[in-house]
């Protein structure tokens, strides 16, 4: 099912967090004869560089290399993107690439086909879970100098154009070649989608694309039908993307009226406003959103919006704090500036966007690790806020400003089970090599296995396979050292069997098996199940 998105009563003049703005007014800069005396110095000072430098200096090049430094003194999010990388850096937000449809991981010096996307290239061609890519095009794509970034690089490339992949197959003897003709390949921005109780569903965003409301409208449509009267919506570690899919979904619980988000910029036309039309399906429905340190921008509106009308609880721990508007804008070159143009605000009038000086001092980048030393992520006394910054609600509950959203219900970030062990086994991915060991062991009687209460069911008890973990693993260096291996048993087990569930029934069941140990998930279903979330019904 989908839903029109023509929302009356909400004003965008600029609907986009990163919009598209042509080249004329960068045109008319360039041709004005009307220049600064630091623009004239700046102009004569590139012509004294081209023709009386001692050396033959390409200034092209030069004024290339001076773009990020000029615009890195305004601030941290305006930036300039070369030619060269535009198309990479719009590709995930336009929810659509040109590949083969695979998902991979690196074990032992190979990239491991882990998931083949239904309806793609590669399914169609005959690649399975488990083969290992040997070769793309010739191109060797095996040994210890192996990245992600060398294989991406391999297997995509233009729709229509053919890559012949050479895999190893566990039961063949021989290596299989595979011509394959890349097509469009769907990138998902809701990564999973389950009934987290009887009454209550699950959806995680991991980004705000092109079609993010589309699938986050039909995923609650879907958990609807299933039964679902309450909603976790999952914005943890999603750092944004399009404002005008933040919007629509905030649309889906809001009562007509209600405010969402609004900006403020130097020109008119980079002030936004945007007010619910009271066309939602979901106004009746309780909700609580999850957000954390990594959640920013468009997550940040979407949590602001819901938290400042009190229309449901936000859990977890303060978010980013990114909260500044860019416009990008084609060069003549087709490279483009994204510069920041506006604020975004709460509906309460708190500025999402986190303090910053103007200039390269570091600390804006370091801000995450210095909440870590802090003590922020384990303690809520711990968090600094500034009091100054009050605001209301619609509700009249104190929020405050200063950057990013504090939640309702903080969860402070979970280590029970970390240990010098555990965190050796992740860090050497043994725990992913292990799982897919155990995948292709048990891969004839897997290829059965439908749900999650069934994998559990099929897969060894916890005893044995923790046992051949750890000889496992030290049969691969890390010696067994059982005094921490039993404070972290229940991390590890969870771990091997959410990647087993990864390679056997997909993403969405990898994250759904992590959230059955995930504290701020289970706060959040808590909180719905007892009647804890702030609702406001429509009238």
């Known amino acids: 099912m989908k839903k029109t998105r023509n929302l009356g009563y909400v004003l965008i003049p600029v609907v986009l967090a990163i919009g598209t703005v042509g080249g004329v007014f960068i045109g008319k800069l360039m041709s004005s004869r009307n220049l600064s005396p630091a623009q004239e110095k700046w102009s004569m000072l590139l012509s004294l560089i081209d023709h009386e430098y001692v050396d033959e200096i390409n200034v092209d090049s030069l004024i290339e290399k001076s773009i990020p430094q000029l615009l890195a003194h305004l601030d941290p999010h305006s930036a300039y993107i070369p030619a060269s990388d535009l198309a990479a850096a719009n590709e995930e937000l336009d929810n659509s690439f040109s590949g083969v449809g695979i998902s991979f991981q690196l074990l032992n010096d190979t990239a491991v086909v882990v ?122 570690g999603n750092s944004g993307g399009f404002m005008d899919q933040a919007i629509f979904m905030a649309n889906e619980f809001l009562a007509k009226g209600s405010l969402i988000v609004y900006s403020k910029g130097r020109l008119p036309m980079n002030e936004t406003v945007a007010v619910a039309d009271g ?7 309780e909700l609580t959103v999850l957000i954390d340190e990594y959640s920013a921008s468009a997550s940040e509106i979407f949590a602001g919006a819901i938290q400042d009308n009190d229309r449901g609880l936000v859990i977890g721990r303060r978010s980013f704090g990114k909260g500044l508007v860019q416009n990008q804008t084609l060069l003549p070159d087709s490279s483009a500036i994204r510069l920041t143009v506006a604020r975004y605000y709460t509906p309460s009038g708190r500025c999402i966007q986190k303090d910053y000086k103007r200039g390269t001092d570091g600390s804006y980048d370091l801000d995450i690790l210095d909440r870590y030393h802090h003590g922020e992520f384990y303690s809520v006394d711990s968090i600094r806020q500034d009091k100054s910054k009050r605001f209301l609600t619609s509700g009249g509950r104190i929020v405050y400003g200063g950057g990013g959203i504090m939640p309702d219900i903080f969860v402070a970030q979970d280590t029970t089970g970390y240990t010098s062990y555990y965190i050796n086994a992740v860090n050497s991915g043994l725990i992913q090599k292990f799982a897919f060991q155990v995948v292709e062991k048990y891969r004839a009687v897997l290829k059965n296995v439908k749900t999650l209460e069934q994998l559990d069911k099929v897969i060894p008890r916890d005893e044995t396979l923790l046992d051949n973990f750890v000889s496992f693993a030290a049969s691969n260096g890390l010696p067994a050292r059982w005094y921490y291996i039993n404070q972290s048993k229940g991390l590890i087990l969870s771990q091997i069997k959410s990647v087993v569930a990864r390679d056997v029934l997909g993403y969405s069941q990898f994250i759904r098996s992590l959230n059955r140990k995930d504290k701020t998930v289970r706060a959040a279903v808590d909180a719905l199940n007892q009647g804890k979330s702030p609702i406001q019904l429509k009238k």
Do not use: C
Request: glycine share 12%.
């Open 115 to 236: 998931e083949v996307i239904a309806g793609g290239p590669a399914e169609g061609a005959g690649l399975r879970p488990g083969d290992r890519i040997v070769s793309a095009n010739g191109k060797d794509l095996t040994g210890p100098k192996l990245t992600n970034d060398m294989v991406f690089k391999n297997l995509r490339g233009v729709k229509g154009t053919k890559v012949k992949l050479r895999i190893k197959r566990q039961t063949s003897k021989k290596l299989l070649d595979f011509d394959i003709v890349r097509d469009d390949i769907p990138v998902n921005s809701v990564d999973a989608v389950y009934m987290a109780s009887p009454e209550v569903g699950y959806l995680r965003v991991g980004k705000f694309g092109n079609g993010t409301y589309d699938e986050f409208f039909n995923a609650l449509t879907d958990l609807q039908s299933k039964g679902a009267k309450k909603f976790v919506v999952d914005l943890r």
């Open 279 to 285: 066309n939602g399906s979901f106004q009746d429905s």
